[in-house]
């Protein structure tokens, strides 16, 4: 009875919350990409492999036991700074399918190593382990057939789901690769995790990584391989707080932010009609403690996004040259009181950058996709990539497949919408990257 109530109400609110505000961050993009014939020719060979035939059966056999692991995993919590719990199931579950080794690194990402037979290069498959969802969220799965409801459940539990498959069925056929495969699942890449689970893979403590293969939102055919870049501040204004009636006359900080935003809007607003696409946006606001108090902190969270690096630092530079100008003007009409002072902190950095479509990878992308019979979709995201690519080193995004929406929502939702589809594509992809040994 309770679950029937339960999907009574999610039609219910299906039916009256607008489609727009299901919209994913990622957009459309109108790239033209001519597919070399080579590597079309390549993924043909490799498709026909009797060890490639057999992992796709495999694949599609063991379904069941993905949605297991999809259901198991998404009901571990994985709060954003607190993945620590679904970090430890999953090495354990990579462990258990067989690798060469696992580990979890200083940052908390999950490292499965797969040796090839050469070894020259490193190829990853990756999927985030974060969600958006704060600490002590009903992750329980809701089943309907053959759909799956809870926070989480697409966004990206179901690309750990994908990467254990995809490691399973390699395992089952024997598949050996020349390069060395990493299997990882990454923290930290919504939100103010400010993607810091990839960049300490990138750093100077990370592993070597020659190509990087993320897998999270999009449907089946899903090629990203350019970077949304993004900016994000907090805005904070102190003052010394007090009465509203006895202390009437000193700097108000909420006075002094209202002044700031609404210069800031304002010349952003000009500033981004024209140019390359940017956006900005005020996301959270705060600070007072009563009605009748002066509040003694004010504080915002801004978020900027430009497929252009450049036009971020200019958006920056007239964030904090605006709200400077609404600290300044509450400060000349005060009457009494020290000052209020301003502080603009960076609270997130994710890099544009975009990749030519040229690179080996993003042409094993397209043509594994048209194997398929499908037409690739080229998309701009802010996802893992948007590390490497910002490095120029190959990387691509690709979508876990099925159906779902509302993510980012307590209403979120996945359906096995031939889901298998796209594990087998993550696995050609994966081997046409790394090379079929023998």
């Known amino acids: 009875m309770k679950q029937l109530l339960f999907f009574a109400g999610l039609v219910l609110c299906c039916a009256f919350v607008p489609q727009h505000l299901i919209a994913q961050e990622d957009e459309a993009d109108n790239t033209l990409v001519a597919l070399n014939p080579r590597y079309e020719k390549e993924i043909d060979v490799l498709i026909k492999q009797p060890k490639v035939k057999t992992a796709f059966d495999f694949i599609l056999q063991s379904d069941p036991q993905t949605i297991k692991d999809h259901i198991f995993l998404t009901e571990i919590e994985a709060p954003p700074f607190k993945e620590e719990k679904r970090a430890a199931a999953f090495a354990k579950m990579l462990e258990a399918e067989g690798v060469d080794s696992v580990w979890i690194d200083a940052e908390g990402n999950v490292l499965a190593l797969r040796r090839g037979t050469k070894g ?22 809701k089943v309907s057939g053959d759909t799956l409801f809870a926070p989480g459940v697409g966004d990206d539990t179901r690309g750990l789901s994908m990467v254990l498959a995809v490691l399973r069925a390699m395992n089952h056929a024997q598949i050996k690769t020349e390069a060395d495969v990493l299997f990882i699942g990454t923290v930290g890449e919504e939100g103010l995790g400010d993607l810091r689970g990839v960049k300490y893979l990138f750093s100077e403590n990370g592993p070597k990584i020659d190509s990087w293969i993320a897998i999270d939102g999009g449907d089946l055919g899903r090629v990203n391989f350019k970077a949304l870049g993004s900016y994000r501040f907090r805005v904070v204004v102190k003052g010394p707080g007090g009465h509203s009636w006895g202390a009437f006359g000193l700097g108000n900080p909420h006075h002094a932010m209202a002044a700031g935003i609404k210069y800031f809007v304002d010349a952003a607003d000009a500033y981004t009609e024209t140019g390359p696409r940017t956006s900005y946006n005020i996301g959270r606001m705060g600070g007072g403690t009563s009605v009748n108090s002066i509040p003694f902190e004010s504080w915002a969270e801004i978020d900027m996004r430009s497929v252009r690096p450049e036009r971020l630092d200019d958006l920056e530079k007239v964030l904090r040259e605006t709200m400077q100008k609404g600290v300044d003007e509450q400060n000349e009409i005060r009457r009494r009181g020290r000052p209020l002072q301003l502080e603009v902190t960076m609270i997130g950095k994710r890099p544009s950058g975009e990749l030519s479509p040229d690179l080996p990878l993003i042409q094993r992308a397209i043509a594994s996709i048209e194997a398929f019979g499908m037409e690739a979709g080229y998309t701009r995201g802010s996802t893992d990539s948007n590390i490497p690519i910002s490095l120029g080193i190959p990387a691509v995004t690709i979508g876990r497949g099925g159906e779902g929406g509302w993510g980012h929502s307590l209403l979120e939702w996945w359906a096995n919408k031939d889901g298998y589809k796209s594990i087998q594509y993550s696995l050609l992809l994966l081997l046409s990257e790394s090379g079929l040994a023998d």
């Open 120 to 141: 020259d290069r490193v190829v990853v498959l990756d999927a985030h382990l974060d969600t958006v969802f704060p600490e002590g969220t009903d992750v329980t799965v």
